[in-house]
C-alpha cells in the first residue's frame, strides 16, 4: 500500500494497492487484493472488499460497498472480481458485487453516474456514460448498453440486455430485453419511441437520426432483416444486437 491520504479512521489492508493521490475519508474499509487509481476519492464508510480494480478520478460516496460477495447460494468463494472504469460517480449506498463463476468479472464502464442505492449484481456489464438513477436494481447477467438511462426505481430481471442509447421509465419492472435507440415503459410495459433527447445529446446529427429512424420504423412493421434500411454503423450495431441471442425476448411496441 502507498501512501495516500487517508484518514486515521479508515481500516486499509497492506495488500491493497493505492496510488498517492487517493482520499480514503473516515471509517472507511479497503480489503485485500484492492486496486485504486490516481484521483479517487472514497467518502466516509466507504467498503471496497476483496477482488476489486478501481480505474482513475472516481467518486466512490458515504456507504458504497463494491465488491461484496454475489447473491447466489452456489457460491463458491471463488477469486472473481468487480472492474469499475474512470470518471465515474457512485453515490451514497450504492451496491456492487463481484461475479460467480471464477475469473469472472462484473464491470462497470466509463464516465457512469450511479444515483443513491442503485444496485449492480453480480456479472453485470454496464457500459460507458451510463445514468442509474435512485433506487435501481439490475440482476445478476444483465447487460447495460452505452448512453442508457434508467428512471428511478426501475428493475431489471437477471440476463436481460438494455440497448445502447435506451431511456427506461422509472418505476419499469423489466422482463424482457430493450431495444438500443428507444424508449421503454408504461403498462404494459412497451417500447414507445426513439430517445429523441438521449440521442441528441449522445451526438446524433440529422443523418445519423433518420437511419435509426428507418430502422426502427421496419421494426414496428416486423421487419427484424431491417431490409432497405441505410447501412449505417449506428443501425448495423442495432442488426448485431438483433442477432445475438435473447433469453426471453424482446418488448414489442405501443400500439402495435
Known amino acids: 500500500m502507498s501512501s495516500a491520504s487517508i484518514h486515521p479512521t479508515a481500516v486499509v489492508s497492506g495488500k491493497a494497492e493505492i496510488d498517492p493521490s487517493v482520499v480514503i475519508g473516515p471509517g472507511a474499509v479497503v480489503e485485500d487484493n484492492v486496486y485504486i487509481e490516481a484521483g479517487t476519492t472514497l467518502g466516509p464508510h466507504a467498503v471496497i472488499r476483496e477482488f476489486c480494480r478501481i480505474g482513475k478520478n472516481n467518486m466512490i460516496d458515504a456507504h458504497a460497498v463494491i465488491g461484496g460477495r454475489p447473491q447466489h447460494t452456489e457460491f463458491d468463494g471463488s477469486e472473481t472480481w468487480v472492474e469499475i ?19 469472472a468479472v462484473t464491470k462497470i464502464g466509463s464516465d457512469c453516474f450511479l444515483m443513491s442505492y442503485a444496485h449492480v449484481g453480480h456479472d453485470c456489464a454496464v457500459g ?11 440482476g445478476g447477467h444483465v447487460e447495460v ?12 430481471h437477471q440476463f436481460l ?29 412497451r417500447h414507445y419511441r426513439l430517445n429523441s433527447i438521449g440521442l441528441r445529446r449522445g451526438g446524433f446529427d440529422k443523418e445519423r437520426y ?20 441505410p447501412d449505417t454503423e449506428d443501425v448495423n450495431k442495432l442488426r448485431d444486437w438483433l442477432a445475438d441471442k435473447s433469453k426471453y425476448g424482446v418488448y414489442g411496441f405501443a400500439g402495435a
Open 210 to 229: 433518420r437511419a435509426v429512424e428507418a430502422a426502427f420504423r421496419a421494426l414496428r412493421e416486423g421487419d427484424n432483416d431491417l431490409t432497405g434500411v
Open 85 to 103: 472504469g474512470d470518471d465515474n460517480v457512485i453515490r451514497e449506498g450504492v451496491t456492487i458485487h463481484r461475479a460467480f463463476g471464477p475469473g
Open 161 to 189: 440486455r438494455i440497448g445502447s442509447y435506451a431511456m427506461v421509465g422509472g418505476y419499469v419492472p423489466l422482463r424482457k430485453d430493450v431495444l438500443p435507440y428507444s424508449m421503454v415503459g408504461g403498462e404494459p410495459v
Open 128 to 138: 460507458d456514460n451510463v445514468t442509474l438513477s435512485n433506487n435501481i436494481v439490475l
Open 145 to 156: 448498453g452505452d448512453f442508457v438511462v434508467m428512471g428511478g426505481c426501475a428493475g431489471a
